[in-house]
């Protein structure tokens, strides 16, 4: 069975960095697209980062300048580093990942637990 573990977050200040990291494990062939997502109190859960297998990037525009996606392909994982963290930066982290199973098998989509992350001003 497929898992996402995430690491990382915590209590950071404003202005202060955190790096936040997702491994996936069990019966994965090959990650298509690994992802981050921020689900802010009372908000919907929304893309921060984004990278292929091919290492192209793409970030929501509240964190360009300020996050970092990376992945590392031979150990499944997917990192954000976060700097100059702001107060709106606070919620609950997601990753995602698009793999697939087998060589020619469908995509699958599944979520790491969730890490929380508090900006304090």
């Known amino acids: 069975q497929v898992q996402l573990v995430q690491s990382g977050g915590g209590l950071v200040q404003a202005g202060g960095s955190l790096r936040l990291s997702c491994a996936a494990s069990?019966?994965?062939?090959?990650?298509?697209?690994m992802g981050w997502y921020l689900q802010a109190p009372g908000k919907q859960r929304e893309l921060v980062a984004g990278?292929?297998?091919?290492?192209?990037?793409n970030y929501a525009d509240f964190v360009k300048g300020r996050f970092t996606i990376s992945r590392d392909n031979a150990n499944n994982t997917v990192f954000l580093q976060m700097n100059s963290l702001k107060p709106e930066d606070t919620g609950v982290y997601y990753c995602?990942?698009?793999?697939?199973?087998?060589?020619?098998?469908?995509?699958?989509?599944?979520w790491g637990q969730g890490t929380e992350v508090t900006v304090s001003s």
């Open positions: 995602k990942a698009v793999l697939v199973r087998t060589a020619s098998g469908p995509t699958y989509q599944y």
């Open positions: 069990g019966g994965v062939f090959s990650i298509k697209t």
């Open positions: 990278i292929t297998g091919g290492g192209v990037t």
